[in-house]
């Protein structure tokens, strides 16, 4: 049966509905999420007295948002009340303050967007869209002729593509970058909880990366909610096998958070990723972010996810990664059980950490007829 918010719309070719004017339309960017002039605000969701509740801030103090129990009802409530999410806020008020960093250190933060229902949650991301970012991957994959002399990998073409035609003018579309799959809303590990690595992986590595979160409006228009810091967990000795096998080397945990950067993206963006063993840092490094460091504006990037119509469901969220330039794999580190790892950037507010852990093992999986 149709949905009744697609009553009376066009479809396209997936059944979904065609923008009507003014709407977001995926030939033509991402005009809906433009978030230029947008008051800057962090958000974050915190358990207290055992409830989930919404913190704020836009300084040093967080206070709870009056009555509400997470930000993916208030930017549900934004979107059809046709405002924004900070109007939504100001108008429900803010109550007492909340200590979030001894709130993260007893476990008490959440991650900062869910789906009441896991399976409409997508994990998603790209990658070779920040400058330097091609080094690495071009290692991992390099050949050589027959002659011996380099052979120009996918990852060097995709990448020397995205510098072309990456950055097109607005309202229109430009090359398209790698695209993967990471999971669902069950893949998803909050701030200061353990990332697990399944016992069958080679490899268990962070990528410190910026998200764009998101939620499909009614009529199928995507809303972006904010940015937050992400570590996308990868089996990088999995990928550098075949590049084939990259699908799989995704299909693992990922963290975002602890808060959602509500506004407009720094366009440098200056941090820090770090692993420490035994509380001792034994790898740090700088990462750059935000379109100054990057092949592709962020524009693209949401165009060529959401043009699809099965990612323009109602009500469902997206996390979509932006992709990274730095990788501790790369410097020849390779993660331990028990390992923490850090991704911290000021805009951002609180840092990102998450341990590593290995998940036990298992007989392989039987399938049974019917």
Do not use: C
């Amino acid at each position: 049966m149709r949905s009744r918010h697609l009553e009376g719309r066009n479809l396209d070719a997936d059944g979904m509905p065609l923008p009507r004017r003014g709407e977001f339309s995926p030939t033509a960017g991402i005009e809906a999420g433009e978030t230029k002039g947008v008051p800057e605000m962090l958000m974050s969701q915190i358990v207290v007295d055992g409830k989930a509740r919404v913190a704020v801030r836009d300084g040093e103090e967080a206070r709870l948002v009056n009555d509400a129990k997470s930000i993916y009802a208030l930017a549900l409530e934004a979107v059809r009340a046709g405002t924004t999410l900070a109007t939504v806020v100001a108008d429900r008020g803010l109550g007492e303050a909340v200590d979030l960093a001894a709130a993260y250190r007893s476990g008490h933060l959440l991650s900062p967007v869910r789906h009441p229902d896991p399976a409409h949650l997508h994990l998603t991301g790209t990658g070779l869209t920040h400058l330097g970012s091609a080094a690495t991957r071009d290692s991992m994959h390099k050949k050589l002729s027959t002659e011996g002399e380099e052979v120009l990998t996918d990852s060097m073409k995709m990448f020397r593509m995205g510098l072309e035609g990456g950055k097109p003018a607005h309202g229109q579309a430009g090359v398209q970058p790698e695209w993967f799959y990471k999971g669902n809303g069950n893949m998803v590990v909050d701030p200061g909880k353990p990332l697990v690595s399944p016992h069958f992986a080679l490899d268990a590595g962070e990528e410190p990366e910026i998200a764009g979160i998101y939620l499909v409006g009614d009529d199928g228009t995507p809303y972006r909610i904010g940015y937050a810091l992400a570590n996308e967990f990868s089996d990088h000795v999995t990928e550098r096998i075949n590049y084939l096998f990259l699908a799989h080397s995704k299909l693992r945990n990922a963290s975002f958070g602890p808060e959602i950067l509500v506004g407009d993206l720094p366009a440098d963006v200056r941090g820090t990723s770090r692993i420490l063993r035994a509380g001792k840092t034994i790898w740090e490094k700088p990462f750059l972010s935000g379109e100054a460091n990057m092949s592709h504006t962020i524009a693209n990037l949401e165009n060529h996810h959401f043009k699809y119509g099965v990612f323009r469901q109602p009500g469902d969220v997206h996390v979509h990664m932006f992709g990274t330039a730095t990788l501790s794999f790369a410097d020849g580190i390779k993660a331990e059980p028990g390992d923490m790892f850090e991704i911290e950037a000021e805009a951002f507010g609180l840092p990102l950490k998450n341990a590593l852990k290995v998940g036990r093992a298992s007989a392989p999986v039987i399938v049974r007829a019917l």
